[in-house]
């Protein structure tokens, strides 16, 4: 070669990489779609799972194949809303691939924060061995840091400590200041506004002095902790290359702060996060839908994913969710696709009245039955818990065994015992329990005081009109004028005209007797208890009097639902629930109460296009818990407070759907079924009533 020929071309041959090995056959395992979530590249990932699209199967197959390709379970962060979920993700990786988890932090927000803050505490101003308060403690301390300051109490209405702890945890998870939660949630509170500052700054004193925290603590703790101590929040960002967060769509401002800052220190974060935007309905729990849709814009590079084949669902059932959803204007475009085969139609079933109503789902329940749907394999679903009262009755009369999702059944819940105990003490002035019971709703009064009042009239033939006429100057000073009031309302409750009228001796118990106040001092979804005893009104419109109302309510009052049907199991169970409730659950066939105009969507919630946004996605959610059959149920009338009947229009989530995509059932009546003796539930249980948590299933709006 001379010495003016050019250089060889240098060219490196490199040998192909050996086929990557796997223990889990991924292509097998998944469809397409979850494949490209389960093998997509670092960076910030955002995937949206639609209703029945596999979406926990496709989170543990991700962590699966982040530990196959080398991943330290160390360097794992999973997030979940149950530590259940938590520890059953763990269990199906574990079982797929062998691998110990046991090193994963994996948990709910809070127990990962308890986790990550013990080592740092006293940074914050506390001790290692600090104290995890709950929901019970922290009432306590919140009542008692109102006794601390003085608060007048007895003067007027002021927060119970169940309330103020609601109060302050929804400030907390938001972000919003206490002035403008008290404003929009609860104005009736404004005057007080200054002495809740007061008894919310003694609280936190208290719980700093006593080594606290409580459940938002925790949160607002390990917030507190990265943004003080950077070093700290660069190390967890190192320590988590792998950060996954499930029902994402239901994660409040703070804890999408806190997933935000664990990674951002990250040149190149791996932080996926999973949810239905459609499926987003706790705002009333302060859930944040802007954290979803936000995402990408906070996470610069996201990709986002959708999985969009259903495998729970017909078709038919889905083309109606689809049309349905499509109706909210802020969402993340996808469409479902069913793999099932096409089913019966859904069917939009128009009833006169509500007691129609539950007279149709009964039948048609049983009908199912005898075509081979277990029970349990059937749901009934609602809006707001009073539209299954009369249903309740309807299936203890035929005999049909139950459970209820939803909470305690309408009749043992407490704002409704309270009422009922007033009726209870017209009947029958010897009825210790019902006299002692409304005594405890006053202010400073307690059992003793209840006792020693009840004792004063108890011998007497009538207790009631002798409490009427008893000195109570000897009672505690702040419960004198309470128990004046108690006195006038019990003397017009027996006036004739509302002992033979229980719906507006209801509706003065509430109205005039001050029920109404104590439920906005004592449950943070006031509003939707007050609905409840106008409900309990309605119900009790056609009796013509209190004592055949209660007879009523005593027979069906606790329906257990719990008589077996002949040659049932005796785990065999219909399914009733509130659509809140019913989230992430499935049945073959469901019904869905209720279904009219200022109901579903609720009244208050369409108030604004959030509100009625958030609406639709509860319908939509109601929707999809079906695999095979879908009812939709609207009664054509109802009863105003006057006992008159007014027409009712269907809800809108009916009326914008296309006619094509369900069929009308119109009902005609029938010869009468053979007579058959339904269950007698026992009475009322009248000691030791549990005091009611405000329901998840009721979002105040």
Known sequence: MSDDAPAPRRYVLRRAAPAKSYRVDYARELNEEQKAVVFASDGPTLVVAGAGSGKTRTLVYRV?????????????????????????????????????????????????????????????????????????????????????????????????????????????????????????????????????RTVVHRYLERKVAANGMDYDDLLLNWKRLMLERPEIRKGLGARFRHVLVDEYQDVNHLQAELVDLVVRDVDAPNVMVVGDDAQSIYSFRGADFEALLGFPARHPGTRVFSLETNYRSTPEILRLADASIAQNTRRFEKSLRATRPSGVPVAVVGTSDVSQQAEFVAQRVLELRDEGTPLAEIAVLYRAHHQALELQIELTRRGIPYEIRSGMRFFEQQHVKDVLAYLRLLVNPKEEMAFKRILKLLPKVGERTAATLWTAVEGLPDPVGSFLRLDVRKAPAGAQGALKKLASTLESLRRPSLLSAPAEAIRFVVDEGGYADVAKAKFENHQARLDDLEALAQFALPYDGVESFLEEVTLFGEPTGESVIAGDAEDERLVLSSIHQAKGLEWRAVFVLGLIEDRFPNVRAARTSEGLEEERRLFYVAATRAKDELLLVHPLASFDRFGIVVVTEASRFLRELPEDLFERWVLESGPPLPSVEGPKAPRLAEAGDPTLEADEDEPVN
């Open 64 to 196: 699966s194949r982040l530990i196959e390709d080398g991943a330290d379970p160390a360097s794992l962060l999973l997030l979940t809303f149950t530590n259940r979920a938590a520890r059953e993700m763990k269990r199906r990786v574990e079982t797929l691939i062998g691998a110990d988890l046991n090193r994963a932090t994996a948990g709910t927000f809070h127990s990962v924060a308890a986790r990550l803050l013990r080592p740092h505490a006293e940074l914050l101003g506390y001790k290692a061995n600090f104290t995890i308060l709950d929901s019970e403690d922290t009432k306590d301390l919140l009542e008692s840091s109102t006794s601390d300051i003085g608060v007048p109490v007895t003067e007027r209405r002021f927060p119970k400590g169940d309330l103020l702890r609601a109060i302050v945890s929804l400030c907390v998870n938001t972000g919003r200041p206490l002035d403008d939660v008290i404003a929009a949630e609860h104005p009736h509170f404004l005057q007080q506004l200054d002495a809740i």
